[in-house]
């Protein structure tokens, strides 16, 4: 008999931690982790089939990948060996074409299950207990996880103004801790801030002993990328990510680029099957489809001037950014945001974040979804 699916998706909702005492005691150095707090959308969204849900609160693609993308997966499940076998190891169908991709030798590359996996495989790899790693900030909260399950004393670098670039402040913190890692996000979630590849390069240089992370998770949406720098800088490594332009987030892949030492020394603890086999056929058809990845950015693009003119209207302070989100500045934080779910628009409060108190973070999509959310705001704003 097979098992019959439920609708209902509330039995599997993870339960509140119970104050009682665990019968088995975490490991020493698991101790001081902070879970990575992060509520899904998605059980409210399923909640309302009469609604067009607006998922803008974790900068995924607001539509579906390439048509290419799903003929692809539909065709690998029609041939007889599907599922059943392991995926191609090490993903190296992939990496064949990366390697064209970005004119690198597959040496320098790593694929993994979604860019957390290489954060987390470069924190594993390189982080003993008390090593320093320097985080520009405020930043992208997932990578701490993977610092502190590796003990690291975590150094945030603040700058007066998070909007605004911070490079002597990073340069002199990196020359005065000569951190094991330096985790740089660019261009940045959520406030936006860009370095070019000088400047990245020039962080690199200062601090030739720490491995820098440039996680470009958006790069595709900014069009900068520091992949020109791996060759000069072996102290570099690129991560990058399927989830958010090419819109694959729910298959989980992502990828690292560095020196083929890094690389080498990444693969002693990274398992060679843990990227599942959709997601490298997807990844594969996604990668080929440029056309419809630059329609895509094409709409992001177009979206930023209709929002821009939107809050200049309203004076709103907006702050959008070269990637796939913008902040806006409310008074009442938490009641816009919970104003917008009840019409069905998911977004995501910033103001937890040191500097970044009263911002609301909006993923930004097609020009037909901004001007339904634009409409949508209107409801709550002139309430
Ligand atoms: C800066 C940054 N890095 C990495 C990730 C995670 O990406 P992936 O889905 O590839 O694990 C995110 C997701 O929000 C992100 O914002």
């Not at 060759?231 to 989980?252: D, M, Q």
């Amino acid at each position: 008999m097979s098992p019959t699916p439920s609708k209902n998706h509330a039995h599997l909702s993870v339960a509140r931690p119970a104050a009682v005492e665990a019968p088995i005691a975490v490991a020493r150095t698991i101790r001081e982790v902070k879970p990575y707090l992060a509520t899904s959308s998605l059980e409210a969204i399923h909640g309302r089939p009469d609604q067009v849900p607006l998922k803008l609160d974790w900068n995924e693609s607001t539509v579906p990948p390439s048509p290419k993308v799903i003929s692809a997966i539909t065709a690998f499940l029609g041939q007889e060996h599907h599922l059943n076998w392991y995926p191609v190891l090490n993903s190296t169908n992939l990496i064949e074409k990366l390697e064209r991709f970005h004119g690198l030798s597959g040496d320098r590359l790593l694929i993994t299950n979604g860019s957390d996996d290489a954060l987390d495989t470069i924190c594993t790899t390189y982080l003993d207990p008390g090593d320093t790693v320097l985080v520009p900030s405020p930043t992208y909260t997932h990578f701490l996880v993977f610092a502190q399950k590796r003990s690291a004393n975590i150094v945030p670098v603040y700058g007066e103004d998070a909007f605004g670039p911070n490079l002597e402040g990073i340069i002199d913190a990196a020359v005065r801790l000569r951190p094991r890692l330096l985790y740089l996000v660019n261009p940045n979630n959520p406030t936006g801030v860009i370095y070019s590849p000088d400047e990245v390069s020039a962080i690199a240089a200062a601090c030739p002993e720490t491995l820098v992370i440039c996680d470009e998770a958006y790069s595709e949406f900014a069009g900068v990328s520091a992949i020109g720098l791996l060759e000069a800088h072996p102290n570099l490594i690129i991560t990058r990510t399927f989830s958010k332009a090419y819109g694959i987030a729910g298959l989980r892949i992502g990828y690292a680029m560095g020196a083929p030492e890094v690389i080498r020394d990444l693969r002693r603890v990274f398992n060679p099957k843990s990227v599942n086999v959709l997601a490298q056929i997807g990844a594969m058809a996604a990668l080929e489809d440029q056309e419809y990845l630059n329609w895509y950015l094409g709409e992001v693009k177009a979206s930023k001037a209709l929002i821009e003119a939107y809050f200049q209207r309203r004076a709103l302070d907006c702050r959008i950014t070269p990637a796939n989100y913008f902040l806006v500045h409310f008074d009442q934080a938490p009641w816009v945001v919970k104003r917008l779910q009840e019409e069905g628009v998911y977004v995501r409060d910033r103001s937890g974040l040191n500097q970044l108190a009263g911002y609301v973070r909006f993923s930004i999509g097609t020009t037909d979804q901004t001007r339904d959310l634009l409409k949508r705001l209107d409801q709550i704003l002139d309430r």
